[in-house]
């Protein structure tokens, strides 16, 4: 008895820029209620998960990523670079 494969496509991470992530990591706080910006620099300064929302799969997202990177990208986009 042939059995076929099923494939499904999962959303991945790398395919989005880090800009995209951001992005729909700050409105997942912001539909939640939070100020967006105080979380993330919190996530950001501290490494800890929990001050980004699971909403949405934005914890997951920004948990996948360097911070080091992430706060280079904001460096760059804040200077012009």
Known sequence: MKRDT??????KTEDKSK???????????EERGYNA?????GYLTSGDPSYITS????RNMITKMDRDDL???VIKAY???
């Open 19 to 29: 800009k995209e992530i951001l992005t729909e990591i700050f409105d997942a706080l």
């Open 79 to 81: 200077l012009d670079k």
């Open 6 to 11: 099923l494939m499904f496509k999962t959303e």
């Open 55 to 58: 909403h949405n799969n934005a």
């Open 37 to 41: 910006i105080d979380q993330m620099v």
């Open 71 to 73: 706060l280079e990208e």
